[in-house]
């Protein structure tokens, strides 16, 4: 049986995007602040969140933090009134928030796609060998 979300053995990867743009009052000092509903969130293997700041001048990403759903939906408590989740980071270099770890220049952002593909081809490969062993 083939995985609906694969094409010629290699894997997808659906991201949201949560962008905020330089204009912002939260981008302007130095964080960023996203919200997620948590009426259509489903968090799965193969869903990331990208939160995303860009340069409006530039037209250009400033930071991101690229976060497997899974591990976000690990954090979450609960909604606020409006039923979102909120995400909250900063881009300071020496900051401590615990999504420091997402942290990716515009750089450094494609090969983490393509870090994430790779390891969602890996356990895709893994199930359909299992599969095949049945």
Known sequence: M???????????LAVQVKGRTS??????SGGFVGFVRSQT???????????????????????ARLV?????????????????????ASAKPDSADQ????????????RRILTRLGELDG???CKRAAGARR
Do not use: I
Not at 2 to 12: I, W
Not at 41 to 63: S, T
Not at 99 to 110: G, I, K, N
């Open 2 to 12: 083939t995985c609906p979300h694969c094409r010629g053995g290699t894997a997808t």
């Open 23 to 28: 204009s912002s009052k939260q981008v302007a």
């Open 41 to 63: 969130f489903a968090p799965r293997a193969d869903l990331d969140m990208l939160f995303v700041a860009v340069d409006v001048e530039k037209a250009a990403v400033m930071h």
């Open 68 to 88: 497997p759903s899974l591990e976000y939906a690990e954090t979450l408590g609960e909604p606020n009134r409006k039923g979102r989740y909120r995400f909250s």
């Open 99 to 110: 999504w420091r770890s997402y942290r990716l220049t515009a750089a450094e952002l494609p």
């Open 123 to 125: 356990a895709h490969r």
